[in-house]
């Protein structure tokens, strides 16, 4: 069965400033997706980026990116000039390539707080 | 367009008692599906639906029952509520797309069992 490891229960970072969150999973599949999903105070999953596990070329939407490096199955988030807004829980989840449901494997979930 | 919603958002139940939740959406999505998330622990898949009147289990499917009746509607039943069961529900849907789809999930409903 696959898992999904976020070791980190809580970040913190500056306005402005980048932090990354990790993210490592497990898997015997070779190709498969990978998410960050956010999930501020009102409790709605909004997805962040999605990552094609045959894609070598790491994701990017506007000032989110992954880190993405499949020998080493990590799947870390790099969130750029945070603002106040990216204050929430955030989840990393792995779906296998095949199956005919879109049936998600989420990691424990990293709090971040963006201080001023 | 109201995308997933949850009925109720909130409630509270007496060990052995029932109740329904309910999921809607109006994005004529194929793919529906419930995850509970349970304090320090991500959401974990309950049941799902690849379509109208098809249900399977996910990964901890004891204790709940579901039904897709109406393609917009999932509901999740739980026929004698125990205090394990207290979490926070969520339904989310998606158009199958092959891995590229993205799931699209509802406000949650938080229930507590005592």
């Known amino acids: 069965a696959q898992t999904v490891t976020q070791s980190q229960p809580e970040m913190s970072v500056q306005e402005a400033e980048t932090v990354t969150l990790s993210c490592t999973y497990d898997t015997s599949e070779s190709d498969y997706y990978l998410f960050w999903y956010k999930q501020p105070p009102s409790r709605q999953m909004i997805l962040v980026i999605r990552q094609e596990a045959y894609k070598q070329q790491n994701a990017t939407e506007n000032r989110f990116s992954v880190n993405f490096q499949k020998a080493a199955k990590s799947f870390s988030l790099k969130i750029s000039d945070s603002q106040l807004g990216d204050a929430a829980m955030y989840f990393c989840a792995y779906r296998p390539y095949t199956g005919t449901a879109s049936k998600l494997t989420f990691g424990t979930g990293t709090r971040l707080q963006v201080t001023l | 367009n109201a995308g997933v919603t949850q009925t109720p958002k909130f409630r509270v139940l007496k060990t052995g008692q029932s109740m329904t939740l309910l999921c809607a959406q109006d994005?004529?999505?194929?793919?529906m599906y419930w995850y509970r998330q349970d304090p320090g622990m991500g959401l974990r898949l309950i049941h799902y639906s690849v379509g109208e009147g098809t249900t399977a289990k996910g990964e901890v499917p004891d204790g709940y029952n579901v039904s897709r009746l109406k393609k917009q509607n999932f509901l999740l039943g739980l026929e004698s509520a125990a205090p394990s069961q207290t979490s926070v529900y969520f339904c989310?849907?998606?158009?199958?797309?092959?891995?590229?789809?993205?799931?699209?999930f509802g406000p949650g409903t938080r229930l507590l069992v005592l």
């Open positions: 989310a849907s998606s158009y199958p797309a092959g891995g590229t789809e993205t799931q699209y």
């Open positions: 994005m004529n999505h194929e793919y």
